[in-house]
């Protein structure tokens, strides 16, 4: 079998497209889950009440760049200020618009964040791909 690799400027080319094609959905969980990659959508229990609301990630300010082979996606700060307990949030998951949502990212916090009226949740949405392999 013939030896493949995807060149570097595929990788962003591809993660340009993917990333930057449509928006996505920020979404806080609240069950103690540890994401996998077996991962779908109604693995996690996403926050509800206390002020909060999901984030629309939009699609154009996506950054992307590489960085030692490493293709690296962010997105500017989001933050959530709760109006009460909506119990503990710990961690993150990206996901598409419309439909059924698919699980694209899941980020689980280091700490846990317990929820009550005033507290402040910030995230910094970053994906690393070290896969020399297509995105999609």
């Known amino acids: 079998m013939a030896y493949s690799v995807f060149p570097n400027t595929g990788r962003e080319e591809q993660a340009n497209v993917f990333w930057k094609g449509s928006d996505k959905i920020l979404k806080l969980f609240t069950n103690d889950k540890t994401p996998a990659k077996a991962d779908i959508y109604t693995d ?32 500017a700060q989001q933050s959530w200020t709760f109006s009460g307990a909506v119990g503990t949030v710990y961690g993150y998951i990206i996901v598409t618009t419309g439909g059924s949502p698919i699980v694209l990212q899941a980020q689980r916090f280091d700490i846990p964040q317990p929820t009550s009226n005033g507290k402040i949740i910030k995230v910094t949405p970053r994906i690393e791909d070290k896969s020399e392999y297509p995105l999609a």
């Not at 996403?46 to 490493?70: H, M, R, W």
């Open 44 to 75: 996690y229990t996403i926050a509800s009440g206390g002020g909060y609301a999901d984030k629309t990630l939009t699609a154009a300010s996506f950054n992307i760049a590489i960085t030692d082979n490493v293709i690296i996606i962010t997105y």
